[in-house]
Structures are given as structure tokens and as C-alpha cells.
């Protein structure tokens, strides 16, 4: 600010006596991240033998989503009780995720193990102790 908004008199020299704050929350937009993974194939001059290299363990498929986008899926299924229909127009109308109903299901079904470790803590069947907050 340089000159008062009254008579138009210079604030130049003037010193700063407070701020007023104003603050906006937002989240960024969503980019989907690709990580492309590539496995050598070799051909073995000796016995003439293709050899292919391994893929990290948590690569099965040549398309998969990460775990990020599944434990979304995930959350908004079990916790949300969001139906599948919805959870999949949420993640292409906000996301650009094309994702089917049965990738959701075949991630709930690997974390199943875990999902029940969670509900027995909230049950208090966990070494005696409630984890229910008071």
C-alpha cells in the first residue's frame, strides 16, 4: 500500500502496524502417476535360451493400479459405505480413473486379513484394551 486511501497523503515511510490475514485451503489437483517397470529379455548366445528378468514382487499384472488409489477405493467402500457405482463415476469425474467395480472388489479381498485385524481392535478383542476413543 503506498498512499492512503482517504486524502491520497504517501505511506511510503509510514511503518507496518499489523496484518490482517486471510487464508484459502485447497487441495492441488489430482495427476495420476505412472511408473513404468521393464523386464530384460535376453537370448543366451550359448544355448539360444530366452531369459527374462524378474518384475518387483508387488508387479503382477502389465496393468495395475497402485495402492494409493486402491486403499481410496478401499475406504470409500468399507468406511464411507459409498456404492460401487458412485465410487467408480467419483474416481473418473474427479480423477480421470477409469476403474471397474471388480478391481475394487479383488483389493478388498487381499486386505481382508488386515481390514479384520482393524475391526477386532475396535471390538476391544485386542489384549483386553478398548481402542474405542472415551
Known amino acids: 500500500m503506498t498512499c492512503c486511501k482517504e ?3 504517501t505511506l511510503e515511510d509510514v511503518e507496518v502496524e499489523a496484518y490482517e490475514r486471510r487464508q484459502i485451503f485447497d487441495i492441488p489437483p489430482v495427476n495420476l502417476i505412472v511408473t513404468e517397470h521393464r523386464s530384460q529379455i535376453k537370448t543366451c548366445t550359448h544355448c539360444g535360451k ?3 528378468a524378474s518384475f518387483p514382487e508387488s508387479v503382477k499384472y502389465p496393468v495395475q493400479y497402485g495402492p494409493n488409489i486402491l486403499a481410496s477405493a ?3 467402500k468399507n468406511y464411507q ?3 460401487y457405482k458412485r465410487i467408480l463415476e467419483f474416481f473418473d469425474d474427479v ?3 477409469k476403474i471397474c ?3 475394487i472388489i479383488r483389493a478388498e479381498k ?3 486379513p488386515e481390514l479384520r485385524g482393524v475391526r477386532k481392535c475396535e471390538s476391544g478383542e485386542v489384549n483386553n ?3 474405542n476413543p472415551l
Open 7 to 9: 486524502c491520497g497523503h
Open 50 to 52: 530366452s531369459n527374462k
Open 74 to 76: 478401499i475406504y470409500c
Open 81 to 83: 459405505l459409498i456404492p
Open 95 to 97: 480423477m480421470g480413473i
Open 101 to 103: 467395480s471388480a478391481t
Open 110 to 112: 487381499r486386505m481382508l
Open 129 to 131: 484394551f478398548s481402542c
